[in-house]
């Protein structure tokens, strides 16, 4: 009643060992772009103009960005932990392409868990006698990456004695993966707590340098896995969420950082030109980061917006609708893209989605492992995420790599969804 496995695939899947390696050489670069998009106040301002007029939670973090940068930011160490999310587009030709579906930059999940996975599906493979094949499993543990970059941020706030404090929800389904990360640092002798949005606002507090304490511990590193949709906040809980953001704790992510991960700021990175403004003599990143994106389109009002939407209308099947979200299962596809466009088409409601090409990844069969579920060979595909972490100290970068990757897979007929929505399953890749 209590505890469920995390749901995984019977075997590893195959993925081209090309776009897996290209997957891993352009984080640095995401990581990069993400760090100066957030210290770009003009860029996420101009960006998010059309968002917040129409989208509520979104204007209330951008509220709270901009109280903060007024007030002067206190924080002078800043970490990011993000995860690049891509599938294999099997375009015209059928040579797969890596094409990015988005980036998580708060509460990317499942480092701790999938540094598990392959050991699993090492075990099965040797079960059925393919001990060749178990031993190309490539090791992977995100969760001690992610540590490191925590730790690192815990050292640079300069307090033996301050915590590591996760932010975690009311009620905690995925628990054991952010345990893996948390045991990480306890063997740094790090201490950890883990509070909620409701005991922040009860018993935290800033003093006269804006150190935060919460029951009279100092908190050097606010690790958020929590605060990305508007359910995770009522009043109480968006006044916790400015307290955290005015401290001087290293917020992971910093409020600003949040913002760069939005859609929106996604659809704009697409259009020409943006990138080599946001990285200014950095071509070669830039040609790495453009070279994995799928088509974006604006839905802002006017032609150009009034054109694209028209043409999702005719062939909704060719496009996705990706509402400012994160947290899987939002988005819409098909018919149902058809009939929230019509409704929306000449209302500024619009503004609050993009329109991105649908990528057509190569289906295989697998057997997805669920608790209570039917066990069969099912038709799937897959999408792998590479983790991030940097940590920056004022304006030098101190920590910048990939720390590992996760391979979702799903049965077809599920268009969207990740594992904590109750779609996807853990698995490994096999790289082919």
């Known amino acids: 009643q209590v505890v469920n496995y995390a749901p995984f695939t019977l075997l590893p899947s195959a993925v081209p060992s090309a776009l897996f390696e290209q997957a891993y050489a352009v984080q640095q670069d995401f990581n990069l772009l993400v760090d100066a998009i957030s210290q770009n106040k003009e860029f996420l301002e101009h960006t998010l103009a059309s968002t917040i007029k129409v989208d509520d939670f979104t204007a209330r973090l951008f509220r709270i960005h901009m109280q903060v940068l007024e007030e002067g930011l206190a924080q002078s160490v800043f970490l990011g932990i993000n995860r690049s999310d891509y599938m294999f587009d099997c375009g015209a030709d059928e040579t797969p392409a890596l094409k990015q579906i988005e980036i998580n930059t708060i509460a990317a999940s499942f480092g701790g868990l999938t540094s598990r996975t392959a050991a699993v599906h090492g075990l099965v493979l040797k079960v059925l006698g393919k001990s060749k094949e178990a031993s190309r499993l490539l090791p992977n543990n995100p969760s001690k990456g992610l540590a490191l970059g925590i730790a690192k941020a815990w050292e640079l706030y300069g307090s033996q004695n301050a915590v590591v404090m996760f932010l975690v929800e009311e009620v905690q389904r995925n628990i054991f993966d952010q345990r893996c990360v948390e045991n990480e640092l306890w063997n740094r002798n790090i201490r950890v707590i883990r509070k909620r949005f409701r005991d922040v606002f009860e018993r935290g507090s800033l003093d006269d340098a804006k150190r935060l304490y919460i029951d009279g511990q100092e908190v050097a590193v606010v690790y958020y896995r929590e605060g990305y949709v508007p359910s995770n906040y009522d009043q109480q809980n968006w006044e916790a969420r400015l307290l955290l953001e005015r401290s001087r704790a290293v917020k992971c992510p910093d409020i600003a950082t949040q913002l760069a991960g939005t859609k929106k700021v996604q659809q704009e990175l697409s259009r020409p030109g943006t990138l080599e403004r946001l990285l200014p003599g950095r071509p070669e990143a830039v040609a790495r980061i453009r070279a994995t994106f799928a088509g974006l389109y604006s839905l802002d009002m006017g032609k150009e917006g009034d054109k694209i939407a028209a043409a999702a209308i005719a062939d909704p099947d060719r496009f ?67 983790f991030g972490v940097y940590v920056r100290q004022g304006k030098e970068m101190v920590m910048n790599k990939a ?30």
């Open 320 to 386: 996705v609708l990706k509402p400012q979200r994160e947290g899987g299962g939002n988005n819409l596809y098909g018919e149902e893209l058809r009939q929230v466009l019509e409704k929306i088409r000449d209302s500024p409601e619009r503004t609050s989605y993009i329109l991105m090409d649908k990528i057509k990844p190569q289906p295989a069969m697998n057997y997805l492992l669920r608790a209570h579920s039917p066990l069969q060979v099912t038709e799937c595909i897959s999408e792998l995420g590479i």
């Open 403 to 432: 720390a590992g990757h996760l391979l979702r897979t799903k049965a077809i007929e599920h268009a969207d969804g990740g594992v904590a929505a109750g779609v996807a399953v853990l698995d490994t890749p096999y790289v082919v």
